[in-house]
């Protein structure tokens, strides 16, 4: 991580808390409830930004080929309590992402530093 300071931290986040509610059928499902927002550094760690774009091998062919989600390490301050968080919303100009994370948060001096990956539209 490189050395980051308070006024690095530009972009807005929602923090999601992961709750787990009983249906009707006697199962469990999961539901993302709007936790505290803060202020973080999204560092993108793929040189991608979407989930899909033409297969250099299939050109001229009309189908497209998958790329793996964007991946990224989301730097927040210390002192948020992600205890219950594994998804955040990264509020970007007129557009949100919504980033799972992919391994726990490592403290690192005032920040918690995570991975994430971002979760397509489709699966909220």
Same mark, same amino acid.
């Not at 990264?90 to 005032?110: A, D, N």
């Given at each position: ?19 787990? !509610?009983?249906? =009707? ?8 409830? &709007? /936790?505290?927002?803060?202020? %973080? $550094?999204?560092? #993108?760690? !793929?040189?991608? =930004? ?8 299939? &050109? /001229?062919?009309?189908?497209? %080929? $998958?790329?793996? #989600? ?55």
């Amino acid at each position: 991580m490189k050395n980051v300071k308070l006024k690095d931290l530009k972009h807005h986040l929602q923090l999601m808390l992961r709750e787990q !509610t009983q249906t =009707s059928t006697g199962g469990l499902k999961e539901v993302w409830k &709007a /936790g505290a927002t803060t202020w %973080g $550094l999204v560092i #993108p760690k !793929t040189h991608h =930004s979407g989930h899909s774009t033409q297969d250099p091998s299939t &050109a /001229g062919q009309g189908s497209l %080929g $998958l790329l793996p #989600p964007p991946r990224y390490n989301v730097i927040v301050p210390a002192d948020c309590n992600l205890d219950k968080v594994r998804r955040l919303i990264w509020y970007e100009f007129f557009k949100s992402r919504t980033l799972e994370f992919t391994s726990l948060p490592q403290h690192v001096g005032k920040f918690h530093s995570i991975q994430t990956v971002e979760v397509p539209h489709d699966q909220h």
